[in-house]
């Protein structure tokens, strides 16, 4: 059963709600965030990004950067932000679109995690790790959280639903188009309530933020080989999440475009796909409605492909995915794209970006694009379930958690 608890976040003054959150650091370049920072100097991808605060040139993985990520971080708190006096857990609420979701913003277990009471779906890349380990270390500091979904509770929606009619928000704005509502829950029989509920929840699925997640453990692991006399209670056996019901959620669509036909013509390569797939052409562009069917554009035409019965293996929760469907039939045999996560001849494109982006890519550099089904989370928690790993780029959600709401200390 799930451990999830409150912890003492610092946060932004309320004055500095808008100013200081951020989207997450792996979603632009430093460029792109020397950019986005220019005129404001609370935002948190000072602590995220802290590059962009040394020179041009600086090694982003070196001990510098990590260190004016700790020295930002102090001033920040010291000066733009405020620190709860008890453990709280914080409703965090999100309306991208018209669509809404709202998620518990608190602190889950390490040994959770490595029981497989949290379960994962995704490798994940050392490197990538080493980078947050280095950062969460040196700041101390969980700085940004965990984008974790479970299955639907219906008594934990109610006791959130209730407290949100009956209370004010703390925060109140809208960032990047969305948005952000944010309730303190400090009451601590309440708080003692919500950790109840979610000692009901069977298992807890990481839906974004896998190297983050793997970090926080390890750092957690390094300090408890620091102090053999650990309690358990310690903050460092913990990490920042945000938990959301699975009904709440949704995936976008993750795209494809290929850079050429493997030497074969427009003609040839549609007749090779034909083991595989039918297809028709289409007046307009083409985002698939059902599972096993794709939009595909080549040579400013859009075809309709569905998959052939005998390709779908349902009975498989990673070989029914419509991206490994395309992987094994098309884009390996057909396209010579063997390793989608290392060739450079494929790029994937988030489907916040909308089928004009795969136009203009095909226009530009690339010669085929494939429209994709998204993915479901019943899929990802069934893979998860199976302690199998997802296809690369399966996975896009929208829209993402802001860093910088909640700093969730170590010590």
Known sequence: MAVFRGFRAYRPTKENQSLIPALPYDVMSSAEAREMVKDNPLSFLHIDRAEIDLPVETDIYSDKVYAKAKENLESLEKNAMLQDETPCFYIYKQIM???????????????????????????????????????????????????????????????????????????????????QTVWVVSDSELVAKISELFAGVESMYIADGHHRCASAVKVGMMRRADNPDYTGDEEFNYFLAVAFPDNQLEIMDYNRVVRDLNGYTVDEFLEKLEKHFTYKKVGVQHKPSEKHTFGMLIDNQWYELKAKKDIIIENSPVDRLDVSILQNNLLAPILGIINPKTDDRIDFIGGIRGLKELERRVNTDMKLAFAMYPTTVEDLMDIADASLIMPPKSTWFEPKLLSGLFIHHLS
């Open 97 to 179: 679109n018209g669509r809404g979701q709202v998620g518990i913003v608190g602190c889950a277990s390490i040994d959770d995690y490595m029981n497989n009471v949290i379960k994962k779906h995704e490798h994940t890349l050392a490197k990538k790790e080493q980078d947050r380990i280095n950062h969460v270390n040196t700041c101390d500091a969980n700085t940004g959280p965990i984008f974790l979904t479970y299955r639907n509770n219906g008594t934990l929606n109610e006791l959130v639903n209730s407290f949100m009619e009956e209370n004010a928000p703390e925060y109140d704005f809208v960032a990047d188009g969305v948005k």
